[in-house]
């Protein structure tokens, strides 16, 4: 099972009291582990992190040194990748439907990666990036995944020959295809099933004159949590398995963005309210919905959370700071009885948490400490 990163107690309480709470305290060193266990169990494949998990500069910089590429979604991505000495090789515009800022921005920046679905797309790519390279993304059916992406993006495989006409007519460079399986895919099934797709596109391709050379397994791998229990390692060599047996001599490319941030931020927040409604304990926090806490509406994500209690246990609701009455996180959740002040750890809260925080109601979003710059505490912590 993967290591991830959780404070212990001591340094849990060292670091709310020099820092304040909501805290996010992110260690690199879980990032660089996280983006080495895939590059080792998938060498070869170049893996482009999803800045929209996590966009936090020390973090990207850091992926940026060990040697990462970059999927974008937006202008906003692109141009500060650009702006952080990231090549513009290194980046693809993943975003199947790109806005007129996007595409000016990858033109401004050097971009020439591109992904599309669908045929308007073909001409605003082809007249802001005059034989620029385009995968074709590839709808994939996968019931399982926590975050279904397939509503939304991706041409059905019958339309696949049509589109890479098209694109080539416009003097694109139709380098090859791409999907996302859903974001926290569990098994290695729905790649599995969609790399055969691909390849059935692929060959069908090739007798129309194409060279297909890159393929895009795009994002999905989940975060390894304890309650899910997965076993990343066998579901990435079913895939290395997949991939080396129809496309062997294919350009690979990933776009993990869960599996690299997931696992490497805590949220350290602070009880600051407690009432009993209807005969309910509630539980008021100092980060909420509209914080760090965004993952449970954006991504569907039920976080654990640590007490440092032991003992009896019993369902509580979990409120956030607004005066917002949908700011409620949880309902009916386990935990040891609570006091205002205690101080509550958040484990793996890295991905899709911060990235989508807001300020609402005036309440900052939660400070990011990186965790391997804090020597002297840690060595205190130990
Ligand atoms: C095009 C694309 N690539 C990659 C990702 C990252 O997915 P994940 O965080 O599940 O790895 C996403 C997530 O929405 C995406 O839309």
Same mark, same amino acid.
């Given at each position: ?31 660089? $582990? ?10 070869? *494949?170049?893996? @482009? ?7 936090? /500069?020390?973090? *990207? ?18 141009? #500060? ?7 513009? #090789?290194?980046?693809?515009?993943? +975003? ?11 033109? /401004? ?9 669908? %045929? ?19 709808r994939v059916d996968n019931t399982q995944a926590l975050v279904d992406l397939?509503?939304?993006?991706? =041409?059905? !495989? ?14 694109? $460079? &139709?380098?090859?295809?791409?999907? @996302? ?8 099934? =729905? ?11 692929? #060959?069908?391709?090739?007798s129309d004159g194409f060279a297909l050379r890159i393929l895009d397994i795009?994002?999905?791998? !989940? ?5 899910? +229990?997965? $076993? ?23 776009? !993990?963005? /869960? ?6 931020? +805590?949220?350290?927040?602070? *009880? ?8 309910q304990q509630w539980y008021f926090l100092d980060e909420g919905l509209y ?8 991504? @569907? ?40 002040? #205690?101080?509550?750890?958040? !484990? ?23 965790? %391997? ?7 205190? &912590?130990?």
């Amino acid at each position: 099972m993967q290591s991830f990163f959780k404070l212990t107690r001591p340094a849990t309480e060292s670091l709310a009291a020099e820092y304040g709470t909501p805290l996010l305290v992110l260690s690199l060193e879980q990032v660089k $582990d996280n983006y080495r266990f895939l590059t080792e169990r998938l060498p070869g *494949v170049k893996v @482009h992190y999803a800045v929209k998990a996590n966009p936090e /500069r020390r973090l *990207v910089a850091a992926l940026a040194a060990a040697g990462s590429y970059f999927d974008a979604a937006s202008d906003g991505e692109m141009l #500060d990748l650009a702006a952080m000495g990231v090549a513009p #090789d290194r980046i693809i515009y993943a +975003n199947p439907i790109k806005t007129a800022g996007g595409l000016a921005a990858a033109s /401004r920046t050097g971009v020439r990666k591109f992904t599309f679905d669908s %045929e308007n797309e073909i001409g605003r790519i082809a007249r802001a990036i005059p034989g620029g390279t385009v995968l074709l993304r590839i709808r994939v059916d996968n019931t399982q995944a926590l975050v279904d992406l397939n509503k939304k993006f991706g =041409a059905p !495989p019958e339309d696949a020959l049509r589109l890479l006409r098209l694109a080539r007519e416009q003097g694109l $460079d &139709a380098g090859g295809l791409c999907f @996302h399986v859903g974001s926290q895919s569990t098994s290695a099934k =729905a790649y599995t099933e969609a790399i055969k797709v691909c390849r059935r596109i692929a #060959d069908a391709a090739a007798s129309d004159g194409f060279a297909l050379r890159i393929l895009d397994i795009g994002g999905g791998f !989940p975060i390894p949590t304890p309650q899910e +229990n997965v $076993d990343v390692a066998a579901m990435l060599a079913e895939i290395r398995g997949a991939l080396a047996a129809r496309f062997p001599a294919a350009e690979v490319w990933c776009e !993990p963005g /869960r599996f690299i941030c997931g696992t490497a931020v +805590n949220l350290i927040t602070r *009880v600051i309210g407690s009432q009993t409604r209807n005969n309910q304990q509630w539980y008021f926090l100092d980060e909420g919905l509209y914080g760090t806490f965004s993952g449970v509406v954006f991504d @569907h994500w039920d976080f654990a959370l640590e007490t440092f209690k032991g003992g009896r246990q019993i369902a509580a609701t979990f409120a956030g700071p607004s005066c917002d009455s949908f700011d409620v996180m949880f309902r009916d959740k386990l935990t040891a009885p609570l006091v205002v002040d #205690d101080l509550i750890l958040v !484990p793996n809260c890295g991905a899709y948490t911060s990235a989508s925080a807001t300020t609402f109601n005036g309440f900052a979003k939660a400070a990011v400490v990186v965790w %391997e710059e804090l020597t002297a505490l840690r060595a205190a &912590a130990v």
